[in-house]
């Protein structure tokens, strides 16, 4: 059937838009489908670096639980070296160092924490790990090294275990009023569901006759 006159102006203009415009259209056409088909590739690839990692820190916590301690260097440096961005390496070097912590390897627990504090995957694992060096410092008598430590700004959640600690530390350098100061703000700043932990900083806090 014969094309009107104004279905012939249609196809005419569509033809000439798409002389214009046609090239840059099929380029964004392009660039989205190798955009998705790179969203795809990414996507793949982390699953695959979180299965490794998992099954890395499986590894770790296997070892640890064997009191394996080749094992446990093996899995915890492949995790570090391999897969650091992961929250496994993480969870993996505090686990690790929490095994050398209570084997008395204060060393090894330190070099654990210190690769948590530089390269840790979140600020919260961060925050742990600067608590438990700074128990680890404490344990040494490094009592200005714990307390630097203890003057950065954690999260909500850690506030009353560094407010604890940076009493116990003040206590070991013989600081009383200081400590006490302390121990009021890990009281203030504690859950209230955590019974155990606020009767045992009460009883510290009483030892000092606060």
């Known amino acids: 059937m014969a094309l009107d006159l104004e279905e012939q102006e249609q196809i005419a203009e569509l033809k000439a838009w798409w002389r214009q415009h046609g090239t840059r259209i099929l380029s964004i056409i392009a660039a989205v489908a190798v955009g998705f088909a790179g969203w795809v590739a990414y996507r793949s690839y982390s699953q695959s670096q979180s299965q490794q990692a998992s099954a890395l820190y499986e590894q770790v916590a296997k070892a640890a639980g064997a009191n394996d301690a080749k094992a446990l260097r093996d899995a915890s440096g492949a995790l570090a070296e391999s897969y650091s961005g992961t929250a496994y390496a993480s969870m993996g070097a505090l686990l690790a160092a929490r095994h050398y912590y209570d084997r008395n390897d204060l060393k090894s627990a330190k070099a654990q924490l210190q690769w948590v504090l530089e390269r840790g995957s979140s600020d919260d694992f961060k925050d742990l790990a600067r608590l438990r060096l700074a128990a680890v410092l404490l344990d040494e008598k490094a009592h200005d090294e714990a307390l630097k430590l203890l003057e950065a700004k954690p999260a909500a959640a ?35 569901k955590n019974a155990a932990f606020q009767e045992s900083v009460r009883m510290r806090l009483e030892a000092l006759g606060g």
Not at 181 to 189: D, N, P, S
């Open 158 to 192: 850690y506030e009353a275990q560094y407010a604890a600690l940076r009493g116990d530390v003040l206590v070991a350098k013989n600081q009383a009023a200081e400590a006490k100061a302390a121990y009021k703000l890990a009281l203030e700043k504690s859950d209230r």
